[in-house]
């Protein structure tokens, strides 16, 4: 089983679980990532150089951990976006489209800690797992993961 990250799950790991008190945390994704069993769109990565240099570091250091987007991934981007107008406003949730779309393209289950929506929620409003489930995307959240792959710490 393989797992794309959302940004989310690397900033709240860099700001609850901080390498110097929680190496064990890191070290097991990083052996996930070494396995090829987990990764990061570009797109993520550009959202996480919003926040951290120091996090945008450490990603770039992991072997095969950020993705190109490809054109496949592009087009289901835009489909997305289509499907839910607005959701996308200008820096706010500009790399989940293409999340999605890299867990569809390549078959991954996408980690995120967004929780869904409530029925009748607008398009703009959705969240990461509702959008996902609408276009057959496995989502779980980090101890969800972390649970599937038997992590103990």
């Given at each position: 089983?393989?797992?794309?990250?959302?940004?989310?799950?690397?900033?709240?790991?860099?700001?609850?679980?901080p390498r110097?008190?929680?190496?064990?945390?890191?070290?097991?994704?990083?052996?996930?990532?070494?396995?090829?069993?987990?990764?990061?769109c570009e797109?993520?990565?550009?959202?996480?150089?919003?926040?951290?240099?120091?996090?945008?570091?450490?990603?770039?250091?992991?072997?095969?951990?950020?993705?190109?987007?490809?054109?496949?991934?592009?087009?289901?981007?835009?489909?997305?976006?289509?499907?839910?107008?607005?959701?996308?406003?200008?820096?706010?949730n500009a790399?989940?489209?293409?999340?999605?779309?890299?867990?569809?393209?390549?078959?991954?289950?996408?980690?995120?800690?967004?929780?869904?929506?409530?029925?009748?929620?607008?398009?703009?409003?959705?969240?990461?797992?509702?959008?996902?489930?609408?276009?057959?995307?496995?989502?779980?959240?980090?101890?969800?993961?972390?649970?599937?792959?038997?992590?103990?710490?």
């Amino acid at each position: 089983m393989s797992f794309t990250l959302d940004t989310n799950i690397l900033i709240r790991m860099a700001n609850q679980y901080p390498r110097d008190i929680f190496p064990s945390v890191w070290e097991r994704l990083e052996e996930l990532i070494d396995a090829g069993e987990a990764c990061i769109c570009e797109e993520v990565h550009e959202e996480v150089h919003r926040g951290t240099d120091e996090l945008y570091e450490w990603a770039k250091t992991q072997n095969d951990f950020i993705c190109e987007v490809g054109s496949e991934e592009i087009e289901i981007a835009a489909e997305i976006s289509e499907d839910y107008p607005d959701w996308v406003r200008e820096t706010q949730n500009a790399a989940d489209p293409f999340l999605i779309a890299h867990a569809e393209v390549d078959g991954l289950t996408v980690v995120s800690d967004e929780r869904e929506a409530g029925p009748g929620t607008i398009p703009k409003n959705q969240k990461v797992p509702n959008v996902a489930r609408a276009r057959s995307v496995r989502t779980v959240n980090f101890f969800g993961m972390a649970t599937e792959l038997g992590w103990r710490f």
